[in-house]
């Protein structure tokens, strides 16, 4: 069963509804946002039934719209947290990058900035790690991206999508080893990004995002995973009652190959790794539920099915 | 940015020396700037590295009375401050205090100020609180450091005469090239290092 990504806007009103309709249908809700007098569903959808879907939200003013980054987690890096990128360009971009349905952390590096002096410590190189994705937001000199990228991306393994201002032909050209995915025209600015022209770079950074995704979608079909991480991410939540008191917009954050638990691990580990996902397979037997390096967060990465020989 | 009479941003990288345009016009904008600026030219070399501007301002406006934040009463030997306007409140009472004592100054309310049992100088009313000058090469060095490069950490800054310049780098530089350099860039804007 193929899930497709996709976002439901509409009113309060029978919203109810529609929840029961996505789990009939084998759906999965990733994020629920209450919005005064509109609800927002981030949900996973069997791609046959998005018509049958949209159809049934069709009476109720409902908007179902393709939201091609729901379900992954993003970092979002930044040489530091001055003023030089804080608010533009940097939230501007993680506050995009959510519109289209990610989960976006901005990962401001204590030491970032300049080009000899930048550098990256183990903390922040293992915080990248556990996201699906890098966007690494640079500045405005092909001499200092040049300079300073390989050295803020030693040891990250995720995809890395590289942002500078020198044009997208420069930013490949400078790059050795080369990135997962570039964009250009988008370095370090000072202002709202509301012009058109500026809309569309944050567009252009939505569908290389999104490009770079699929590539890594396509590798985890090559061997598929032993649970879907929007099943795991339910079991997680009927499993552990405690996940409802954490105040957190997404307690439980659902990434391409795994979920992010905002639960101590040393409390409950064991609770999560001894959950039955189905008779006789525990949420252990899939995956490796592993300490976070963001505060003391739950990891769990799940393995694919070459390595467990089970597909639940 | 159409009221300054010379603004530029030399770097030979084409795409950096645009947005460092448009950079520079933002914040000077932010900061009400524009208007006070006349000349200002910048100078990026990423490969040095170095950040230079170096401009002049035009006249920032007069020096700030005591007449200018409020009207004055004098009885004798105590005299009433009725506040018209608070702009400069704080940094008068800072003046106060440091003349005439802290026993000696009292604010009832927001807007009196009153100073008893002192002897109060004749030329009170003309005695200078602020001079806005000084606050305009602070706010202008202020905003060249969020215009400047991020990790140019190591910055000489100068002012005075109506000219500033603002040199950083990641780098130490010797004083000599750094001289050399603005003499340079004050050169091309028809100006001299003073």
Redesign the interface.
């Known amino acids: 069963m193929i899930l497709v990504p996709v976002t439901f806007r509409g009113g309060v009103y029978r919203h109810d509804e529609v929840m029961d309709y996505i789990e009939d249908l084998g759906g999965y809700i990733i994020q629920k946002h209450d919005i005064a007098q509109e609800v927002v569903l981030q949900v996973l959808i069997p791609k046959d039934d998005i018509e049958r879907f949209r159809s049934f939200v069709r009476p109720l003013a409902g908007e179902v719209t393709a939201s091609p980054l729901v379900g992954t987690e993003i970092a979002v890096v930044i ?2 947290l ?4 804080l608010p533009h360009s940097a939230c501007d971009i993680a506050e995009y990058l959510r519109t289209v349905g990610a989960k976006t952390n901005m990962v401001g590096l204590a030491r970032g ?6 550098q990256l410590n183990d903390e922040e190189r293992d915080v990248i790690n556990e996201h699906d994705v890098a966007v690494y937001v640079l ?6 991206i040049q300079e300073k990228f390989n050295g803020l991306r030693r040891g990250v393994h995720v995809p890395v999508i590289l942002t500078g ?3 997208v032909d ?1 930013l490949k050209r400078i790059t050795d080893p080369p990135a997962a995915g570039y964009v250009g ?1 988008l ?5 709202r990004t509301r012009t058109e022209a500026d809309i569309g770079r944050l567009d252009a950074v939505v569908e290389e995002v999104a490009r770079v995704l699929d590539l890594s979608r396509d590798e985890l079909a090559q061997d598929p995973l032993s649970v879907s991480p929007a099943r795991l991410q339910d079991v997680i939540q009927e499993g552990v009652p405690e996940i409802d008191e954490v105040f957190s917009p997404t307690p439980i954050t659902v990434q391409l190959a795994g979920v992010r638990v905002k639960l101590p691990f040393t409390r409950y580990a064991e609770t999560i790794r001894r959950l039955p996902v189905e008779e006789g397979v525990t949420v252990s037997d899939i995956a490796d539920v592993i300490p976070s390096r963001m505060r003391d967060y739950i990891l769990v990465r799940i393995k694919p099915f070459s390595e467990t020989h089970i597909v639940v | 940015m159409t009221t300054m009479d010379r603004y530029e941003v030399e770097c030979f990288e084409e795409a950096g020396r645009d947005i460092y345009k448009q950079i520079t016009s933002t914040v000077l904008q932010d900061h009400n700037l524009t208007s006070v600026v006349s000349k200002l030219r910048i100078f990026i070399d990423p490969r040095i590295p170095i950040f230079v501007a170096v401009g002049t301002i035009r006249d920032a406006g007069g020096s700030i009375q005591v007449s200018d934040v409020g009207s004055v009463q004098r009885q004798a030997d105590s005299a009433t401050i009725s506040v018209r306007d608070e702009t400069h409140l704080a940094k008068l009472l800072v003046k106060l205090n440091t003349i005439f004592g802290y026993d000696h100054v009292d604010q009832p309310d927001r807007f009196t100020i009153i100073i008893s049992d002192t002897e109060i100088p004749a030329d009170f009313e003309g005695m200078e609180v602020a001079n806005r000058a000084d606050t305009v090469f602070r706010d202008l060095i202020y905003a060249l450091t969020v215009i400047a490069p991020e990790g140019f950490k190591v910055r000489r800054e100068s002012y005075g005469k109506r000219r500033f310049f603002y040199v950083a780098s990641e780098n130490t530089l010797p004083e000599h090239v750094i001289e050399g350099i603005v003499s340079e860039q004050f050169g091309l804007i028809g100006e001299e290092l003073q």
């Open positions: 040489p530091s001055e003023i030089h990128h900035f300049g080009k000899r002096i930048s500045g405005n000199f092909e001499t200092c201002a020198p044009p420069a025209n370095g370090r600015f000072m202002h």
